[in-house]
């Protein structure tokens, strides 16, 4: 079905592609992370000459506000029939077909529309499905190279829709394994692989970094080292997990430890249901700290009040529950000297989450621990168990290969001395 749906949207492809005196490069492209410091949220400045756009890892398409006067798409295409599928759930806008009230503009009987989605506020709307320019940089995955100007399908949005988001962003990219997602966009119209790597930076440090398209990723260090070596190599990858409601990625997550002691959870409670697709530990830049169900959220926290129990208290600073002396922490090569958290993954595979990823300073003498606990009413059937925020993603590497349906990462960076903020966006040659 990809081959299939890879030719479709060439033959549809929104611009022809590239501009006529340019060679299609077969190059990755580059665009540098930045976050927003009041809503945590990330955004990229891929929008031709527009405002940023925000990262949505688990998005299924792009989408932002459009001129009065815009494109449409007829609804009998094929990417209209692309479009309508994977509807959000608890969305009552479908996508599709849509009588043409604007008969004026194009003459079309029917245009396409989709129903773009704010992750960040559940809010979801309608609008046109339109050809969005996009532009960046192709890179050698070491330099920025030359610029390449081509363009996607995204939907248009009301402005209504860009509530919580930073302000002056014009609207989200979706990166989830979807037809219609930048990565899988970008494959087929710039003819590059269906792989994507993202390295997201803490706050006040340098932009971070995402290549659409391949490896490698170099960042600077002494010697500068390439991040993401070996991975789409890799013969016997681990395997992001499918949940057939939405794009998402999800994660297999077996256990967790805190300073090497599993935490008492019961059985099978990060299983992702095949069929439901309820559970699972879903990745999402859109929610800015990692979010768990109670079941799991109460027996870490105590665990992790248990191994630090030595650490003098801060009164707690919303909307965290627990939180420490800045002053009492020691600070180690991944932050703040605390309890170690490790997610266990399946495969034998583990991620560390150290002091800069389980505590988040909230003032100058204040650091909490940086998780929170599902509400009940978020708990709904489809809802993940587990939502994987962006700030635990900070200074790693996370690489998803959409063939393979392979993820992977590198991290905590700081432990091989380097970090997201370092990509080098001066010119090379190419
Ligand atoms: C879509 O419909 C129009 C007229 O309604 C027709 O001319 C066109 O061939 C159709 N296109 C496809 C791809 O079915
Ligand atoms: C239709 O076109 C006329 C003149 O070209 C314009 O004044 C009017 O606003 C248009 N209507 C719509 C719905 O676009
Ligand atoms: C390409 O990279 C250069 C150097 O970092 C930057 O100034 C320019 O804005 C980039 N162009 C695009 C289209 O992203
Ligand atoms: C920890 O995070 C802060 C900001 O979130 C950053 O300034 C600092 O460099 C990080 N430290 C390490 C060791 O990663």
Not at 96 to 116: D, F, L, Y
Not at 399 to 411: C, S, T, V, W
Request: glycine content about 10%.
């Amino acid at each position: 079905m990809s081959l299939l749906l890879f030719s479709l949207l060439l033959l549809a492809s929104p611009q022809g592609t590239l501009a006529a005196d340019q060679q299609p490069p077969a190059k990755p492209i580059l665009t540098p992370i930045f976050k927003d410091p009041s809503t945590s949220l990330y955004t990229i400045p891929i929008k031709d000459g527009a405002a940023p756009l925000v990262l949505d890892l688990a998005g299924p398409l792009l989408w932002s506000t459009c001129a009065p006067a815009h494109r449409t798409i007829p609804c009998n295409s094929s990417v209209c029939r692309v479009a309508g599928r994977n509807p959000q759930a608890g969305c009552a806008c479908t996508s599709g077909g849509q009588p043409n009230t604007n008969t004026n503009s194009t003459g079309r009987r029917c245009t396409c529309t989709a129903c773009p989605y704010n992750l960040a506020t559940g809010q979801c709307g309608r609008g046109d499905v339109t050809a969005v320019p996009l532009s960046a940089n192709a890179t050698d995955g070491r330099n920025p190279l030359f610029p390449v100007s081509f363009s996607a399908f995204g939907s248009c949005a009301p402005d209504a829709l860009l509530a919580s988001l930073p302000s002056g962003a014009a609207g989200v990219a979706g990166l989830s394994r979807l037809p219609l997602s930048l990565p899988s966009q970008v494959a087929s119209v710039l003819r590059v692989a269906k792989r994507f790597a993202l390295c997201v930076p803490t706050s006040g440090a340098r932009s971070g970094a995402a290549i659409f398209g391949g490896g490698p990723f170099q960042l600077l260090a002494a010697p500068p080292v390439d991040v993401a070596e070996g991975f789409f190599e890799d013969p016997h990858p681990f395997h992001f997990l499918k949940n057939p409601r939405n794009g998402a990625y999800y994660v297999r997550v077996t256990g967790i430890e805190v300073n090497n002691e599993r935490v008492p959870l019961p059985p099978g409670i990060f299983d992702l249901h095949a069929r439901s697709g309820t559970g699972g530990v879903m990745l999402s830049t859109m929610t800015p700290y990692t979010t768990l169900r109670s079941e799991i959220y109460r027996p870490l926290r105590r665990a992790f009040d248990a191994a630090t129990s030595g650490i003098p208290r801060a009164a707690p600073v919303e909307p965290f529950e627990m939180c420490y002396q800045v002053s009492a922490l020691s600070s180690t090569r991944l932050g703040f000297g605390v309890a170690n958290i490790v997610l266990l993954l399946d495969g034998g595979g583990s991620w560390l989450l150290a002091g800069n990823a389980s505590l988040v300073q909230v003032n100058d003498r204040t650091v909490c621990f940086a998780f929170l606990e599902m509400g009940s009413a978020t708990v709904v059937p489809g809802s993940p168990a587990v939502i994987f925020g962006g700030f635990q993603m900070e200074d790693h590497l996370l690489l998803f290969d959409l063939e393979k349906e392979a993820f992977g990462f590198r991290g905590p960076l700081p432990g091989i001395r380097t970090h997201c903020g370092n990509f080098d966006f001066s010119m090379g040659s190419s």
